[in-house]
């Protein structure tokens, strides 16, 4: 069985934004896999923002920016 990522989640993920800190306003698509890891040692935020940067992470840690590139570019972000 073959996994397809759910297109409206990642739309939301490449226009959030991070809403505080040293990266404030940054897409968090954007943001450095530093920052990101540190999140993930210390504890991503409750909530969406937390889902989302986890799942940014992910995107990075596993080589999958040129889907979030095209996808983005698709949507004209």
């Known amino acids: 069985?073959?996994?397809a990522p759910d297109p409206a989640i990642l739309l939301?993920?490449?226009r959030a934004r991070m809403p505080f800190g040293k990266?404030?306003?940054w897409r968090l698509t954007a943001l450095p896999e530093p920052y990101l890891l540190y999140f993930r040692r210390q504890?991503?935020?409750n909530g969406k923002l937390g889902q989302q940067?986890?799942?940014a992470?992910?995107?990075k840690?596993?080589?999958l920016e040129p889907l979030i590139r095209?996808?983005?570019a698709r949507e004209g972000q």
Do not use: H, K, S, V
Request: net charge negative; aromatic share 8%.
């Open 1 to 3: 069985m073959e996994l």
């Open 12 to 14: 939301e993920l490449i």
């Open 23 to 25: 990266y404030e306003g």
């Open 43 to 45: 504890g991503f935020p």
């Open 53 to 55: 940067m986890a799942l």
């Open 57 to 59: 992470l992910e995107i």
């Open 61 to 63: 840690t596993n080589g």
């Open 70 to 72: 095209e996808l983005a």
